[in-house]
């Protein structure tokens, strides 16, 4: 069974930084397209980084030139770099499989950026 354990969030001031990490059990990432997702309250999740299994990484507008996705195969997890940081930002953001067919969500981890 997949295991996806977030972790790396926090409270930090507008213009500030944070890197999330994904640690990922019963899958390997690298053979696997993979997701950052974040969920404010009373909002729908939605993506925020994607990197294919050849490494290729694409994200909306909303982060674009803000977050970085990353993955240490070795370690078998997934990273999301975060900078600038806004107060639209603040959300639970998780980590999945970016297909059709995801694995039982982690807990996510909470952002809060402060103005």
């Known amino acids: 069974q997949v295991q996806l354990v977030e972790s790396g969030g926090g409270l930090v001031q507008t213009g500030g930084s944070l890197r999330l990490s994904c640690a990922v059990s019963?899958?390997?990432?690298?053979?696997?397209?993979m997701g950052w997702y974040r969920q404010a309250p009373g909002k729908q999740r939605d993506w925020v980084a994607f990197?294919?299994?050849?490494?290729?990484?694409t994200y909306p507008s909303s982060v674009k030139g803000r977050f970085t996705i990353s993955r240490d195969n070795a370690k078998n997890t997934v990273y999301l770099q975060m900078n600038s940081l806004k107060p639209e930002d603040t959300a639970v953001y998780y980590c999945?499989?970016?297909?059709?067919?995801?694995?039982?969500w982690g807990q996510g981890t909470q952002v809060t950026v402060s103005s």
């Open positions: 999945n499989r970016a297909s059709n067919y995801q694995y039982s």
């Open positions: 990197i294919s299994s050849g490494g290729y990484t």
């Open positions: 019963g899958s390997i990432v690298s053979d696997n397209d």
